[in-house]
C-alpha cells in the first residue's frame, strides 16, 4: 500500500482495516467517515487520497486455495499525504475516530527522511503512542507549531495558559522570541482572537432566517466553518443556541403583530357589519313610513314613484347604497 515517500515538510498516514469478521460494509463506512472528518479539518479540504477494496471474504469451507479478490466498491484501506505542521491535529482527529468505531486497524506514519513508525489498535490511547512517537521526529519549528494549532483548536485561541506552555516549549525546542510569535499568529489563521471568531461567525449565521433551516444542512455546512476557522464545537453550538433564541424571539414579535393586525381588522369588519345593519334598519323604517293606508289604495306606478322620492332624499344621497 505504501509508496516511495519523498516529502520533506510533510508525512504519509495509512490507514487498514484488519477486522476480518466485520461486515465489509461496515468496515467501508468507518474508512468514508475517517476520509469525511480528515477533510473537514483546517486547509486539508482538498488532500488527495489513495483508497483501497477489501480482500473478498471466502465462504465457509472454502480451501486455501480459493482466491481472494478485491470486493468491488468497498474500502477497507486509505492512505494520504499531509503536512508536517498538520501532524497534532490529523492524529487527534484519528483518535477521536478509532474511538468511534472501536475498528481494529493497522497505522502506519511514514515522516521525512525515512522514518515509519507502525502499530495496530482498535483504542485510541494507545494510538496517542504515534502522537508522540512521531512529535519527537518533527523539526523544532514544526513541532512548535502543532503545540500552537493544537491549543487553538482546543480553545479557539492561544489562552494565557496557552501561552505560557508554548514558552516553555520554545525553551526545549530552541525558538526565538520572534519566530514563536510570528508561528502563533499562524495558527490563528486571518482572526487575532476568539473574539472575532464569534464576530464572524454570527454574521454567517444571520443567513438562517428560521429555526427549521438552522436544524437541516444548513447547520452542517455552518459546522464545517467552524472547523475551518478553529472555532470549538462547544462555541459554536453556544452560538447556535444564540441564534435559535433571537429567531425564536423575533417570531414570537412576529405573530404578536399578525394576532394584533388580525384584532384590527376584525374590529373593522364589525364595524362595517353595524354601519350595514343601521343602513338596512333605516331603509325599512322609511318603507314601512312610506305604506301608509292612502298608498296602499294607489295604483302600483305611483307607489312606486313615491318610493324613489324618499330614496332620493339626503339620508340616502351619500353613496352609501
Known amino acids: 500500500m505504501a509508496k516511495d515517500f519523498t516529502l520533506d515538510n510533510g508525512f504519509r498516514l495509512s490507514v487498514k482495516s484488519l477486522e476480518q469478521n466485520a461486515d465489509p460494509k461496515i468496515v467501508h463506512a468507518a474508512i468514508q467517515e475517517l476520509y469525511s472528518s480528515i477533510t473537514r479539518l483546517s486547509s486539508l479540504e482538498h488532500t488527495a487520497f489513495e483508497f483501497f477494496s477489501q480482500p473478498k471474504r471466502q465462504p465457509p469451507g472454502a480451501g486455501r486455495q480459493t482466491i481472494s479478490t478485491p470486493e468491488p466498491n468497498l474500502y477497507g484501506a486509505l492512505q494520504f499525504e499531509a503536512p508536517l505542521s498538520k501532524f497534532r491535529v490529523v492524529l ?8 468511534r468505531t472501536k475498528q481494529t486497524s493497522l497505522f502506519a506514519v511514514e515522516m521525512p527522511p525515512a522514518h515509519t513508525i ?26 512548535y507549531l502543532t503545540q500552537a494549532e493544537s491549543y487553538v483548536d482546543t480553545f479557539g485561541e492561544i489562552t494565557p495558559a496557552a501561552r505560557a506552555n508554548l514558552l516553555l516549549v520554545r525553551h526545549q525546542v530552541g525558538v526565538s522570541g520572534d519566530l514563536a510569535n510570528d ?22 449565521l444571520l443567513a438562517c432566517k428560521d429555526e427549521i433551516t438552522l436544524d437541516t444542512d444548513f447547520w452542517q455546512v455552518m459546522q464545517d466553518k467552524a472547523i475551518t476557522m478553529s472555532l470549538p464545537e462547544a462555541d459554536a453550538e453556544f452560538l447556535k443556541d444564540e ?38 334598519q333605516t331603509f325599512e323604517a322609511l318603507v314601512l313610513d312610506t305604506l301608509t293606508p292612502d298608498s296602499l289604495r294607489q295604483e302600483a306606478d305611483s307607489f312606486h314613484q313615491q318610493v324613489l322620492t324618499q330614496l332620493s332624499a339626503s339620508e340616502f344621497n351619500r353613496g352609501r347604497l
Open 183 to 204: 508561528l502563533n499568529a499562524r495558527a490563528m489563521g486571518p482572526f487575532k482572537s476568539l473574539g472575532e471568531k464569534y464576530q464572524h461567525f454570527r454574521k454567517e
Open 118 to 143: 507502525t502499530l495496530h489498535t482498535n483504542q485510541a490511547k494507545v494510538l496517542a503512542q504515534l502522537l508522540t512517537l512521531g512529535e519527537a521526529l518533527l523539526p523544532p519549528q514544526t513541532l
Open 243 to 280: 441564534r435559535l433564541r433571537t429567531l425564536r424571539t423575533e417570531a414570537e414579535r412576529a405573530h404578536q403583530q399578525a394576532e394584533a393586525d388580525a384584532e384590527v381588522e376584525r374590529q373593522r369588519q364589525r364595524r362595517q357589519q353595524q354601519r350595514l345593519l343601521d343602513y338596512r
Open 92 to 99: 487527534r482527529r484519528v483518535g477521536d475516530w478509532l474511538d
